[in-house]
């Protein structure tokens, strides 16, 4: 069966420092892979995905994304996060019509 | 554009009770999917139907769980008896495409089994 890690369940920052989230996958064939987030109290959205072509993804708000694909991995960074960037983010691998989603990662950014 | 909707928000019902739960994805979204998201976990695929067929449900515990799309639109789970481990969020998305290249998640309902 595919699974997805999440290296963090929690980061916790400062504003302004850089953020990188760990994800990798078990499978080894085709896949597509996306970050959702979900703001305290919204629904989950997502940020960015990759599923061919350059593998650096750059992603709404800021986020960018970078496929490795020998490490199977697709890892989340945001050079300099912001208070409102606090909220969970969950990466999520598509394989067959089937979404796997990771654990996720809580952030906190602090003021 | 409106949004995937799902009713109620919130439900706190006692154990052995049936709950049903409302989902109405974004117009023009044939594939609708229902997921389970645990506390502390990533949502988990209960059912994904392509219009009104249950495409693929083999996640779906069927000795207490049901789901319906009968008009290939709006979509109702239910759980007839809940038990305590049930207490969970349950996600609606849907997706313009059957590949679910991008699938848009609604709020969930947040169920609770005392």
């Known amino acids: 069966a595919q699974s997805v890690s999440q290296h963090n369940h929690h980061v916790i920052l400062s504003e302004a420092a850089s953020l990188e989230l760990g994800c990798n996958y078990s499978y080894g064939g085709t896949v597509n892979l996306f970050w959702y987030v979900q703001y305290p109290g919204q629904h989950l959205q997502l940020l960015l995905k990759?599923?061919?072509?350059?593998?650096l993804v750059k992603g709404i708000k800021g986020f960018e994304a970078e496929f490795i694909k020998s490490k199977f991995s697709f890892n989340l960074r945001k050079p300099s996060v912001q208070w409102s960037d606090t909220a969970e983010y969950f990466c999520?691998?598509?394989?067959?019509?089937?979404?796997?989603f990771g654990a996720g990662t809580t952030v906190t950014v602090r003021a | 554009e409106a949004g995937v909707v799902q009713s109620p928000r919130y439900k706190i019902i006692e154990k052995k009770q049936p709950v049903a739960f409302w989902c109405n994805p974004i117009?023009?979204?044939?594939?609708l999917y229902w997921y389970l998201q645990n506390l502390g976990q990533g949502p988990e695929l209960l059912i994904r139907?392509?219009?009104?067929?249950?495409?693929?449900d083999s996640q779906l515990p069927k000795d207490r769980f049901s789901a319906e799309r009968l008009k290939g639109v709006d979509s109702t789970l239910k759980i007839q008896p809940a038990e305590l481990g049930d207490s969970a969020v349950y996600l609606c998305?849907?997706?313009?495409?059957?590949?679910?290249?991008?699938?848009?998640f609604g709020p969930g309902t947040r169920l609770l089994v005392l």
């Open positions: 139907y392509e219009n009104e067929e249950a495409v693929d």
């Open positions: 999520a691998v598509r394989r067959d019509y089937k979404l796997s």
């Open positions: 117009s023009g979204h044939n594939t």
């Open positions: 990759y599923f061919s072509g350059d593998p």
């Open positions: 998305a849907s997706s313009d495409r059957p590949s679910g290249e991008t699938q848009y």
